[in-house]
T-cell receptor
Framework: NAGVTQTPKFQVLKTGQSMTLQCAQDMNHNSMYWYRQDPGMGLRLIYYSASEGTTDKGEVPNGYNVSRLNKREFSLRLESAAPSQTSVYFC?????????????????FGDGTRLSIL | QQPVQSPQAVILREGEDAVINCSSSKALYSVHWYRQKHGEAPVFLMILLKGGEQKGHDKISASFNEKKQQSSLYLTASQLSYSGTYFCGTGPLGGSQGNLIFGKGTKLSVKP
């Protein structure tokens, strides 16, 4: 059982380049999330998808776009990379129990993508 | 509205106890606790839901005081494997969103 799989694990970009980070989960979870983690800042939500077909902005969405391709996959795109977007990016997913709201469900994280923008 | 974690860092000897606190300025439905080892992904420890329950996981337990909007994580008889950064994630009381707001983390180092 792979859980949450992120690709690539490492990437170096030049300023202005674009790229897409991929995320897939095999736990049949409804909700998926993209976070960035910077030293001393904790995890900050970029975008989330409550269910297939919906996406919404999180705390730090500027410079990013997302696509919920299907229930399994949620991608994050940087259209024109900037040095300020150098970070570790984590994808996560959570399920939904009929009796417990989404905010009561644990989040399962992928191994992260370490992105450097020069 | 990021929750405040304290202390920011703590160093323990094996077998010692520690308490990590998480305080929010907003009314909460849930508090999640995660541990992250260096270079790895955060790993879920436990969730506490509105109701003031206390949970345990081996020698790690937590409490949630919804009136004070605070949660505490208790690590007893610490082991080397407890080393890492601990994050609390808070879930708001209102609305149906499942989004969490994470604190900046508490770095725990357990020495032999």
């Amino acid at each position: 059982n792979a859980g949450v799989t992120q690709t690539p694990k490492f990437q170096v970009l030049k300023t202005g380049q674009s790229m897409t980070l991929q995320c897939a989960q095999d736990m049949n979870h409804n909700s998926m999330y993209w976070y960035r983690q910077d030293p001393g800042m904790g995890l900050r939500l970029i975008y989330y998808s409550a269910s297939e077909g919906t996406t919404d902005k999180g705390e730090v969405p500027n410079g990013y776009n997302v696509s919920r391709l299907n229930k399994r996959e949620f991608s994050l795109r940087l259209e024109s990379a900037a040095p300020s977007q150098t970070s570790v990016y984590f994808c996560a997913s959570s399920g939904q129990h009929i009796d417990v709201p989404r905010r009561g469900q644990p989040q399962h994280f992928g191994d992260g993508t370490r992105l450097s923008i020069l | 509205q990021q929750p405040v974690q304290s202390p920011q860092a703590v160093i323990l000897r094996e077998g010692e106890d520690a308490v990590i606190n998480c305080s929010s300025s907003k009314a909460l439905y849930s508090v999640h606790w995660y541990r992250q080892k260096h270079g790895e992904a955060p790993v879920f420890l436990m969730i506490l839901l509105k109701g003031g329950e206390q949970k345990g996981h081996d020698k790690i337990s937590a409490s949630f005081n919804e009136k004070k909007q605070q949660s505490s994580l208790y690590l007893t008889a610490s082991q080397l494997s407890y080393s890492g950064t601990y994050f609390c994630g808070t879930g708001p009381l209102g609305g149906s969103q499942g989004n969490l707001i994470f604190g900046k983390g508490t770095k725990l180092s357990v020495k032999p």
